[in-house]
């Protein structure tokens, strides 16, 4: 069945990388576009970024431009989503989210890969 | 950036109830909007998008509203499944914008 299966926990210190990765199966992963979206606790949904998994074209939100770097590996089906120079606030869920047929709608999510930024 | 406003931000309700959630955005939107369902450590799910079309696979006791910059969204008798917190989104302009949130409890 179509799925996206993202990596696992992650601890990282402040100033840090972090690399979450979102495994695509059961559908053409080049067909479609992938969201990056984190969930802070206790805080809303907010939106990083996408990219065109078929192209490699990508838009960010302004609030992480310089600091995300979203990507894709084709022959494996998956997505990365890049964070540096970390800090405590970015301490989140962050979820891969697959487009519908309009790129901006989320039809399809991952399960969420929880990052932890301390010293 | 448009901001979007759930009221209310939480709600207690029995089983059996008719629920409604209301979303507005800090400018109009046209029809760009979307509603997701949350439950504790799950992932978001999608239920209905362009304000009233219900996703494949969900339940027709889910319907959407609204126009402009005022949505609604109503659960026709609430089953216990269906506690969990909801969210807009608007995907009218970027960056794409979440409500905070309405958190609907048992009675």
């Known amino acids: 069945q179509v799925q996206l299966v993202q990596s696992g926990a992650e601890v990282k210190k402040p100033g840090a990388s972090v690399k979450v990765s979102c495994k695509a199966s059961g559908y053409t992963f080049t067909g479609y576009v992938m969201h990056w979206v984190r969930q802070a606790p206790g805080q809303r949904l907010e939106w990083m970024g996408w990219?065109?998994?078929?192209?490699?074209?990508?838009k960010y939100s302004q609030k992480f431009q310089g600091r995300v770097t979203i990507t894709r590996d084709t022959s494996a089906s998956t997505a990365y989503m890049e964070l540096s120079s970390l800090r405590s606030e970015d301490t989140a869920v962050y979820y891969c989210?697959?487009?519908?047929?309009?790129?901006?709608?989320?039809?399809?999510w991952g399960q969420g890969t929880v990052v932890t930024v301390s010293s | 950036d448009i901001q979007m406003t759930q009221s209310p931000s939480s709600l207690s309700a029995s089983v059996g109830d008719r629920v409604t959630i209301t979303c507005r955005a800090s400018q109009a939107i046209s029809n760009y909007l979307a509603w997701f369902q949350q439950k504790p450590g799950k992932a978001p799910r999608s239920l209905i998008y362009?304000?009233?079309s219900l996703q494949s696979g969900v339940p027709s006791k889910f319907s959407g509203s609204g126009s402009g910059t005022d949505f609604t969204l109503t659960i026709s008798s609430l089953q216990p499944e269906d506690f969990a917190t909801y969210y807009c989104?608007?995907?009218?302009?970027?960056?794409?914008?979440f409500g905070g949130g309405t958190k609907v409890e048992i009675k």
């Open positions: 362009a304000a009233s």
């Open positions: 990219i065109n998994a078929g192209n490699g074209n990508t």
């Open positions: 989104q608007q995907y009218y302009s970027y960056p794409l914008t």
């Open positions: 989210a697959r487009a519908g047929d309009s790129i901006v709608y989320l039809l399809l």
